[in-house]
């Protein structure tokens, strides 16, 4: 027996990919997992876990709509009695750039946040009742290395002779076609902070796992499925950051808070000591046992 086991889990964007793999790893676990995807793969993905012996039910929706995200947990609530851990991984990417035609833009905006931000906030308002009455949780959300390359500021960064930037910084960012994607992610960061220091004193630790270059679904999707050997070669396997997540959930509620983990290509894909705070004080963030 795992310390997660008999935990109750919400995957979001679990069809493929990483959320299928955080799925994975939580069912092993013992974690009985809440999962759902726009892509109807979600069901395939619940009934292989089932077969494996796993608690898994799947709903298929979208998570920017509030009468879903609403119905999905609710029911999830009735059935599992409880939430324990929320992974908001659901996330899309499409490029865009600020002089494009406002219509455009306008659907841009849409089609990203409204899965990128507004999904995590929606899963997060409803979640959160629920883990405050059950004494505590985790919330994990899924963002992106643009955020935190070289550790931001630089000085954190270890510069490992495996990084493919060599002795240079990285820029931080994804590029001036991603201005809408980079903007959905960075707003987590107002989830991480204000959460985790409302939600401390009930128990419940909000982190964010940073991902660079994963095999995935839509990093595949920018070489349209048809990516070179070398160019896989270098990317992380979602397995292991799967991994990586269950070492975070097991650190249990005296564990790190409010931090957003590193990875990047050229760096190990597991968890690096949790960095100093600089955007938030760390009293704010004790809570039980802390």
Same mark, same amino acid.
């Given at each position: 027996?795992?310390?997660?086991?008999?935990?109750?889990?919400?995957?979001?964007?679990?069809?493929? *990919?990483?959320?299928?793999?955080?799925?994975?790893?939580?069912?092993?676990?013992?974690?009985?997992?809440?999962?759902?995807?726009?892509?109807?793969?979600?069901?395939?993905?619940?009934?292989?876990?089932?077969?494996?012996?796993?608690?898994?039910?799947?709903?298929?929706?979208?998570? *920017?709509?509030?009468?879903?995200?609403?119905?999905?947990?609710?029911?999830?609530?009735?059935?599992?009695?409880?939430?324990?851990?929320?992974?908001?991984?659901?996330?899309?990417?499409?490029?865009?750039?600020?002089?494009?035609?406002?219509?455009?833009?306008?659907?841009?905006?849409?089609?990203?946040?409204?899965?990128?931000?507004?999904? %995590?906030?929606?899963?997060?308002?409803?979640?959160? %009742?629920?883990?405050?009455? *059950?004494?505590?949780?985790?919330?994990?959300?899924?963002?992106?290395?643009?955020?935190?390359?070289?550790?931001?500021?630089?000085?954190?960064?270890?510069?490992?002779?495996?990084?493919?930037?060599?002795?240079?910084?990285?820029?931080?960012?994804?590029?001036?076609?991603?201005?809408?994607?980079?903007?959905?992610?960075?707003?987590?960061?107002?989830?991480?902070?204000?959460?985790?220091?409302?939600?401390? %004193?009930?128990?419940?630790?909000?982190?964010?796992?940073?991902?660079?270059?994963?095999?995935?679904?839509?990093?595949?999707?920018?070489?349209?499925?048809?990516?070179?050997?070398?160019?896989?070669?270098?990317?992380?396997?979602?397995?292991?950051?799967?991994?990586?997540?269950?070492?975070?959930?097991?650190?249990?509620?005296?564990?790190?808070?409010?931090?957003?983990?590193?990875?990047?290509?050229?760096?190990?894909?597991?968890?690096?000591?949790?960095?100093?705070?600089?955007?938030?004080?760390?009293?704010?963030?004790?809570?039980?046992?802390?």
């Amino acid at each position: 027996m795992t310390i997660l086991q008999g935990k109750k889990a919400i995957v979001t964007g679990a069809a493929m *990919g990483l959320g299928k793999a955080y799925a994975e790893a939580l069912a092993s676990e013992g974690v009985a997992v809440a999962i759902c995807d726009v892509r109807d793969e979600v069901h395939e993905v619940a009934m292989m876990l089932t077969r494996r012996g796993a608690t898994v039910r799947a709903w298929q929706g979208d998570v *920017g709509d509030a009468a879903f995200v609403r119905r999905m947990v609710d029911e999830a609530d009735a059935a599992f009695d409880g939430v324990d851990i929320l992974v908001n991984n659901a996330g899309v990417w499409r490029g865009s750039r600020a002089d494009d035609d406002l219509d455009k833009s306008i659907d841009d905006y849409h089609f990203r946040v409204d899965t990128n931000l507004k999904g %995590p906030f929606l899963f997060g308002r409803a979640v959160i %009742p629920i883990m405050i009455e *059950g004494g505590g949780g985790d919330i994990v959300n899924i963002a992106t290395d643009h955020m935190v390359t070289c550790g931001t500021p630089y000085f954190r960064c270890p510069k490992l002779p495996t990084c493919p930037w060599g002795d240079a910084p990285r820029p931080t960012g994804g590029g001036d076609g991603m201005d809408l994607y980079d903007a959905s992610k960075w707003g987590l960061n107002g989830f991480l902070y204000g959460w985790a220091k409302s939600l401390a %004193p009930h128990g419940i630790r909000v982190n964010a796992l940073c991902m660079g270059a994963t095999d995935s679904h839509m990093l595949r999707s920018f070489h349209r499925f048809d990516p070179p050997q070398e160019e896989v070669d270098s990317w992380m396997k979602a397995e292991d950051n799967a991994a990586a997540l269950i070492v975070l959930l097991q650190e249990g509620p005296t564990g790190r808070n409010a931090q957003n983990h590193n990875f990047c290509v050229g760096r190990p894909v597991a968890l690096e000591e949790p960095a100093e705070h600089l955007y938030i004080i760390a009293e704010q963030l004790r809570g039980p046992g802390r």
